[in-house]
């Protein structure tokens, strides 16, 4: 395979869409609470120098549950969006209070949901974010109407407008369209997605099996995951996307951030959120092994801030390329296998060959060919790029400065 081609993975799951709406569930608020004191010691013996007793005092938590309700005008959600309580360690008796003052679930809620749209065209739907006043926004690569289809976008105060593609990157999965004669539009906060760590709370907004303006939480599972979507037996793909007996490509995304937060139907191209409320990735896909649910990914806004720039600009995006074609190692060792060179690349004049295992690149460990595949995409041409490899059972390591894709 071309590493700067899509491929098809050799396990299925992904899906963008289930078939089972989200059940009504609660988000548990942390506090903390002082119990009953004891009572004071008896009195020393008079003789004898006495101490006053210090009290103690023990935290426990109280957890209340608080419905989540999903509607046409969107889900209100009503808890604490904070970090665990840390000890304040400065008196004897320690009492327990959050380590910063955060905005709630519904404060985030309240403030991001007016820059999500929904998205509805003739084949396909799902949800956007709003970039610019005058109507840009950003969304999934197939969320779009093909052939440069009508659409019509639904804002938060239940207006519409009719909307046109700006700009489509099936490389990535990103899009830009206008929504036309609006002005004076809320529009997202961008955050920095290389700041998130494993554990952060974040919400997913957008507009699941047509429910506008829905909020989810969950925290962020996990990061720099590889996706690849294709036309695979067990792939649940959204409406628009070639399904099984058409021919399809696929498509392999990088550095995407994994979630727990409930992606479901037409959740595709809306925000997923910190807890400050900054646009932190734009959800994009679902792996389960049964319809309903499953982990959620959302691509980094870093990424889709670059791809953004550059389809407002041109209406179309370069994209590095380093010229090998790759499978996955089979061996003891993870990593890529290159099974071919293509001549005058990036990497022949780096010196990587035909055989070579490669085993990082940036200094990220490579899983397979996808993970190569997914890399690549992630950089910029004239960027040079680090990549380990295995050769004869010895290590090395070459600066590859990557090209434009022709």
């Known amino acids: 395979m071309d590493a700067n081609e899509p491929r098809e993975q050799s396990t299925g799951g992904w899906s963008q869409f289930g078939a089972t709406p989200p059940s009504a569930g609660g988000f548990p608020r942390r506090d903390t609470i002082r119990m009953e004191q004891p009572p004071p010691p008896p009195p020393a013996p008079p003789k004898k ?19 989540v309700g999903g509607g046409v005008v969107g889900a209100a959600v009503a808890t604490s969006f904070q970090p665990q309580p840390v000890a304040e360690t400065g008196t004897p008796s320690p009492v ?12 985030v809620a309240a403030k991001v949901q007016p820059t999500v749209v929904m998205i509805k065209g003739q084949t396909r739907e799902g ?30 105060d239940g207006k519409t407008a009719k909307a046109t593609a700006v700009g489509t990157d099936p490389a990535t999965d990103l899009a830009v369209i206008r929504a036309e004669g609006v002005s004076g539009l809320p529009k997202a906060t961008l955050g920095d997605s290389d700041k998130l760590k494993v554990g952060d709370a974040v919400l997913a907004i957008g507009s699941p099996l047509g429910l506008a303006g829905s909020v989810t939480a969950g925290i962020v599972s996990a990061l720099d995951r590889t996706l690849t979507t294709g036309d695979e037996p067990r792939q649940q793909l959204p409406p628009g996307w070639p399904q099984q007996g ?3 490509s696929g498509t392999t995304i990088g550095g995407a951030i994994q979630t727990d937060a409930s992606i479901n139907p037409g959740n595709s191209g809306g925000a ?23 982990v959620g990914f959302a691509i980094p806004v ?26 996955d190692a089979t061996g003891d060792v993870p990593g890529a296998l290159v099974r071919q060179v293509t001549a005058g690349s990036p990497a022949e ?15 990220k460990a490579v899983d397979g060919g996808d993970t190569v595949v997914g890399q690549v995409r992630g950089f910029k041409p004239g960027q040079q790029v680090k990549i380990t490899y295995m050769r004869d059972g010895k290590a090395g390591e070459v600066t590859v400065t990557l090209e434009e894709k022709k």
Do not use: C, W, Y
Not at 96 to 107: H, I, L, S, W, Y
Not at 313 to 325: D, P
């Open 49 to 67: 120098p006495g101490f006053s007793a210090g009290r103690k005092a023990i935290a426990g938590l109280a957890l209340a549950a608080v419905a």
């Open 349 to 363: 004049k780096a010196g990587i060959e035909e055989g070579d295992l490669i085993t990082k690149i940036a200094g």
């Open 272 to 294: 997923l959120v910190n807890a400050a409320g900054e646009l932190v990735g734009i959800n994009t896909a679902i792996a389960s092994e049964a319809a309903g649910g499953g």
């Open 96 to 107: 327990f209070k959050p380590a910063a003052d955060q905005m709630t679930v519904a404060d």
């Open 246 to 248: 058409q021919e399809s």
């Open 127 to 156: 949800s956007g974010v709003v970039l610019s006043e005058d109507g840009l926004i950003l969304t999934n690569n197939h969320v779009v109407e093909p052939g440069g289809g009508q659409m019509t976008v639904k804002f938060s």
């Open 302 to 327: 870093n990424t889709a801030k670059q791809v953004s720039e550059q389809l407002i600009s041109s209406g179309k995006v370069t994209h590095a390329f380093l010229g090998v074609s790759v499978t």
